[in-house]
């Protein structure tokens, strides 16, 4: 997963610990805001810099013209495991009836 730059040096680890949906099977957990307890633990693998962006502004027929390019520092972390949801607060999120009939609807309608 590539990020921006986070200042950690590369092979060390580093915790997510503001982790906003977790899915653990086929119960999904969604935080108010934020999932209490779960962390996501991750190593950095490297420190490098994305792909040149070129930025020309440019107005007609008054010869202004600005060239400049820019490159964002990012960090290249590879997810190690999920752990921590605790099971207090868990708000499973289950389509609602409502919903799922409009969806049919909408399918039947696209199909013909």
Known sequence: MELPK???DEGKEVVFDEVLLSKVGDKV???EPLVTGAKVLGTVLKNFQGEKLD???FKAKSRYRRKMGFRAQLTSVQIV????VVKEKVKAVQPKEEVKKVVKKT???ATK
């Open 55 to 57: 930025i020309f502004k």
């Open 81 to 84: 495991s999920l752990d921590g």
């Open 107 to 109: 399918v039947k309608k």
């Open 29 to 31: 957990t969604v935080g």
């Open 6 to 8: 986070l200042g950690i």
